[in-house]
T-cell receptor
Framework: DVKVTQSSRYLVKRTGEKVFLECVQD?????MFWYRQDPGLGLRLIYF???????EKGDIPEGYSVSREKKERFSLILESASTNQTSMYLCASTPAGQARGDGYTFGSGTRLTVV | RKEVEQDPGPFNVPEGATVAFNCTYSNSASQSFFWYRQDCRKEPKLLMS???SGNEDGRFTAQLNRASQYISLLIRDSKLSDSATYLC????????????FGSGTKLNVKP
């Protein structure tokens, strides 16, 4: 069974901490995405990557960075966590070419609380 | 204005009922449309794609109305297991990073 695995299901961090959220996929997908999901706002794209060492900003990149050193791994970094980054974070991947919505496979999510 | 809008619900219906909800999108250049299902505290999973001519998968029917810029999802003979949040997803062809998710419509099917 194909999988996108996020390293933590729940995280609690303090304001100002540097936070790493890890995502690994075993499907050999080229494209990987980080979203956050908040009540009433839906899923919003933070960053995505279409190849190793490549990254593109999504709609809300401020306060975040990403790293893609290996094809299977896409990390989201909160440089200095703030309370407004408390959210559910979802990683997704799709195969190369036109990334169609039906090709999305999501990880199970990381619920991050910043206190 | 949001790219994709959905009524958040909840829609509370008895088992066996037929329920429908819509999703409106703002960009007429949108090309691809999908419904995802998300269970409580779980990740979204693809329910079905939405084709121009409309499509059906068992008890689920999806429709696209380009003139009025909305998609719809109809669920017949609702089951308890249909209780979930339904997200619509809209994409513009050739701009693969731009998938817009609605905030979801919550459905509660009651015994």
């Amino acid at each position: 069974d194909v999988k996108v695995t996020q390293s933590s299901r729940y995280l609690v961090k303090r304001t100002g901490e540097k936070v790493f959220l890890e995502c690994v996929q075993d499907m050999d997908h080229e494209n990987m995405f980080w979203y956050r999901q908040d009540p009433g706002l839906g899923l919003r794209l933070i960053y995505f990557s279409y190849d190793v060492k490549m990254k593109e900003k999504g709609d809300i990149p401020e306060g975040y960075s990403v790293s893609r050193e290996k094809k299977e791994r896409f990390s989201l970094i909160l440089e200095s966590a703030s309370t407004n980054q408390t959210s559910m974070y979802l990683c997704a991947s799709t195969p190369a070419g036109q990334a169609r919505g039906d090709g999305y496979t999501f990880g199970s999510g990381t619920r991050l609380t910043v206190v | 204005r949001k790219e994709v809008e959905q009524d958040p619900g909840p829609f509370n219906v008895p088992e066996g009922a037929t329920v429908a909800f819509n999703c409106t999108y703002s960009n007429s250049a949108s090309q691809s449309f999908f419904w995802y299902r998300q269970d409580c505290r779980k990740e979204p999973k693809l329910l079905m794609s939405v084709y121009s001519s409309g499509n059906e998968d068992g008890r689920f029917t999806a429709q696209l109305n380009r003139a009025s810029q909305y998609i719809s999802l109809l669920i017949r003979d609702s089951k308890l297991s249909d209780s979930a949040t339904y997200l619509c997803v809209v994409n513009m062809w050739g701009n693969f990073n731009k998938f817009y998710f609605g905030s979801g419509t919550k459905l509660n099917v009651k015994p």
